[in-house]
C-alpha cells in the first residue's frame, strides 16, 4: 500500500496516471462448484466512458441485468475521457472503486503493469465469448501473457472518398492495391489539377495512424517485446518502405495538408466538406462532419479499404478502441463479471455494430452492413493491429511523438530517411525501451 500512495501522490504529474494497489480482488464467487452461476448480492458501480454506447444499449443490459439478479443495483455512470487517468487513480487508490471501467486500449498496459490494480481474467475468458474476441483488441488487453481487458469495441481508418470524382476521372473500381491506389490519384490529377484548390488526396504530414498501416503491410513494426521491455523498430527495412510510401502519396497527390500537423489540425473532415477534395484516409463518423458543410456530400461519398502492396489484399489497420476490465480491489468483482458477460453477449454486440462501431467480442459485423462505410471498417477490422503493449505508451501519445517528428522531418527534406528513422528509434526507445 506505500507503494501505491507514492503512486497516487505523484499522479497528477504523471503525463499517464497508473495506479497499482495491494488489495485483494474482491469475493469471487461468479461460478458455484457445480459450474452455474452463483447469486450475487450488492451494487455493481459501471464506469463507461462517453459516447462508448448508446443509451438504448446501456439502458436496456442495466434493465436485463438487475431483473437477472433481484436485489443487485447497477449504478452505472458515464465518464469523460478528459481527466479520467486521474480520476481513475483517485478512484483505485480508495477503498470503493467501480466495479467495471472502462479503458483505453492504449492505455491498458499501463494499468496492468502495476501489481494488485487490475484483476486478472485469464480464466474467465470463455464466459466473456472469448472465442470471438476481436484480435487486435484482445492482444492490447493482454500484459505477461495475462488477460487484464476484455474487448469492449474498436474502429479503424479507411479511404473515403469521392464516387463521383472517381467516375469522371475514369475510375471504374475502387484500388485494391498501392499500384492502383496511385493510379487513381493521377487520374484525379489529370481531371481535376486545372483547380488550383483541387487535392486528389488530403494527406497530413503526421498521420501516423496510417502509417502504421504502410510500416506493417511491409512487414515493420514500431517496436517488437523484448523481453520485458520493448526495442523500437523504427530503423527497419520493413518500417522504412512504410514510410517512404507515405512519402510517395504525398508526393504524388500534391496535397496541400500541412506537414507538420496531424489530421485533426485542421480538421480533414471540414477540408473534406469543402468539395475540394477527392480522398483522405478517415473514419466513418467523419463523413457527417464533412456533409455539415454539404449534405450532398452523403451519397457521393463511399470508402474502401486501405490497399497493400499486394494487390487484392489490404493493408493492416490500427485498432483504436477500448477495453473493459476490474478493479484488484473491487467489492463486488463475481457481479462485475456477470455484467461484463451480458455485455459480451451476442445480443450486445449487435446493438454496438448497429451503432457504428466494430464490436469487440462478437465476429458478427452484420450490424455495419446498412452502413456503406461503415461496413467497408468492419471488413478491414479482422486485419487489425495494435499498438506495441508497452505500459509507456501514453508517454508516446501525449508527450513529443518520435513517429509525428519523423514524418515531418522526412517529407520536409530535413533529414534522410536513414537518418530520420534512426532519430526516431532511438527516441522512442527512449521512451518505450525501459
Known sequence: MKRWLKLAAGAAALTLATAGCAGSSGTDTAASSSGAPAQITGDV????????????????????????HPGVKVKYEIQQWDGIQQKLTTALAGGTPPDVIEIGNTQTAAFAAQEGVLTDLSGDKDSFNGAQWLKGLADSGTYEGKTYGVPFYAANREVIYRKDMFEQAGITKAPTSNDEWIDAITKLKTKFGSDPDFQPLYMPGQNWYALLSFIWDNGGDIAQPDGKKFKATLDSAGAKAGLDFYKKLVDTSGTKAPKDADEAKPQQATVYGGGKVAMMIGLPWELPTAAKTDPSLTAKTGAFAIPSKTAGQSAPVFLGGSNLAIPANSKNA????EYIKLLSSPKYQSQLAAAGVVPGTSTDLTGLDKDPLGSVMAKASTNGKAVPASPQWGDVESGQNPVKDMLTAYLTGKKTLDQATADANAALNKLIGG
Open 45 to 68: 458501480t459501471v464506469w463507461l466512458m462517453t459516447g462508448s454506447a448508446p443509451s438504448t444499449l446501456t439502458d436496456a443490459l442495466n434493465k436485463e441485468f438487475e431483473a437477472a
Open 334 to 337: 463475481a457481479a462485475a463479471k
